[in-house]
């Protein structure tokens, strides 16, 4: 038995009634306890307390990114701030940043969804919970630990940083389940092979849970063959919960939505009208049972699709595709859109080269320039700059093949690019500040 | 064959600098520096006195290096000695990757070549001097 076996695994009926029973409740309580809503929905003409059905919902107006930068820090609370017990903000690296409160309740239901990702994982109380993601506003290091407490595992707060020192646990302490950012868990891996460790005999572990940064298949298959576990992808986001609010099961084909706490939708970007399921889309999402800030149609920019069909792992919770990338990670080069985890999935393909790449955007003479840093791998034959620029050609190829835009290959020295210890940096965009 | 050190640099300001500083820092002496450049980087080929110890001191200094082996050979130092070492090389059907020329400790002039071994045995017995690791390095490697 896994972690809320019984929850996971409830007949769609079963499953839709409690939905549509929670979304009610949530829409009036929005509507009568915080001002936004009360606004929003009267300017679109939406009757909460006339919904009937899970459909229904499509008429409600959106929660946008905007909108709750706007409510800073506290508007869009539906409780009274004695009940608020947590708070979590966004980074709020591109503007104000956003606010999301938790009761009680909200935190216990955080650690229920993070822990059933624990057990999709094999996880349970015999586990030790290795969590480096950063603890702090961001909601990645608590959301993983409520999840480890929540399944009665043995929960390590390593936070993020001093990397050395997170192998010296990872060798000693018997950590089985790695919680944090893909790219923090590869520089984990690189670091202890620089150290002449061998991470498949030296560390223990069984799963990896990462999340927070979209990564391909081909880094997922790199990450699982040098520490020797399986990795699982975890969907969420701070203006909704943090971690948790969908998770990957063994069968690695999707991530599974808390469907009993949240309610999702996958629209049309441009025409906001729903896709069949199946078609990429927008996500969008309802909480169901927050209670400190709720959110209603919360459109998270993020780009994923419903996967229709029942899924083998027999958990009757829907699936969401794993993330091609947020829109706001995308880029657009000459008018081309690319999402860094396109680059990624054929860099991965390249064993030449480390794992480790950045994007750098130019602009010259009126023309995107896109150019992928590489580091190659020691081992290469680095003698012969015919070979080099033979791979760099096959890579140049191989980019365009992908992405129908042509992308420079600049080959630079080793750690010459940056390591991350939480979200890696992927682009540099160098083009406004050229325009200034 | 000689282990020819083989380093990856950037085409940035002071990289050359650190890497002969890394060098002369754990008391390497090189005996020849040639350079292949490309618009964005470099490939240094260095002949040294200590082939092993290099690649160890300078990986860790954080550049890219390994080892490759190659052909050195002492060139008469008269006019069409390098000629006479080709014509040798040519008539063994050996193809060369890329050559540079170096000055050894006597002051004669040496070349190193990028070829695969059979060089060697052409080199000799045409009555070439091939130099071994022991003309070059401090200690056996």
Known sequence: ???????????????????????????????????????????????????????????????????????????????????????????????????????????????????????????????????????????????????????????????????????????????????????????????????GLDPKKDFTLKAGIHGAEA???????????????????????????????????????????????????????????????????????TTLTKEASPVVRYRTRDITRIMPGECACGRTHRRIARLHGRTDDMFKVRGVQVFPSQIENVCAAFPEIADWY??????????????????????????????????QRRMQQALKDELAVSINIKIVEPHTIQRSEGKAVRIVDLRDEEEK | MIDQLTVFLENTKGRLTSLCRALGDVNIQMHSLALADTTDYGIARIICDDPKGAVAAISEAGFTANLTKVVAVEVPDVPGGLADVLDALDGADVNIEYSYCFADADNGATVAFKVDQSAIAALEGAGFKVLHPEDLYKTAQ
């Open chain 1, 1 to 195: 038995m896994a972690y809320q076996d019984e929850i996971t695994h409830m007949e769609r009926s079963e499953l839709e009634a409690l939905q549509l029973e929670r979304m009610k409740e949530t829409l009036v309580n929005c509507y009568e306890n915080i001002e936004f809503y009360k606004q929003s929905f009267d300017e679109a003409g939406f009757d909460p307390y006339a919904v009937e059905s899970l459909e229904d919902l499509q008429m409600a107006p959106f929660t946008t990114k905007q909108d709750m930068r706007d409510a800073y820090p506290y508007k869009l609370f539906a409780v009274p701030r004695e009940d608020v017990k947590e708070i979590h903000m966004s980074s709020g690296t591109t503007g104000v940043a956003t606010v999301s409160g938790y009761t009680d309740a909200d935190i216990k239901s955080w650690g229920d969804c993070f822990a059933r990702g624990i057990g999709y994982a094999g996880g349970g109380v015999d586990d030790v919970v290795h969590v480096c993601y950063g603890y702090g506003l961001f909601t990645g290091g608590l959301g993983a630990h409520y999840g480890g407490l929540a399944v009665g595992a043995e929960t390590i707060p390593m936070s993020a940083g001093n990397t050395k020192r997170q192998i010296k646990v990872l060798q000693s302490m018997g950590s089985s389940i790695l919680c944090c950012t893909p790219s923090y868990a590869m520089h984990i891996a690189d670091t202890a092979i620089e150290m």
């Open chain 1, 215 to 285: 990564f391909s298949d081909q880094f997922r298959k790199n990450l699982e063959e040098k520490l020797n576990y399986k990795v699982y992808d975890v969907y969420g986001l701070t203006e909704v919960m943090g971690p948790g609010v969908a998770m990957e099961c063994d069968e690695q084909d999707g991530l599974h939505v808390a469907e009993d706490h949240f309610l999702v939708e996958v629209l049309d970007p441009e025409t906001h009208e729903p896709v069949p399921d199946g078609e990429w889309g927008e996500l969008v999402i």
């Open chain 1, 358 to 391: 950045q994007i750098e955007l130019t602009r010259e003479g009126g023309l995107d320039i896109a150019t992928l840093k590489i580091e190659i791998n020691p081992e290469f034959p680095i003698d012969e700059i015919r070979k080099i620029e033979e791979l």
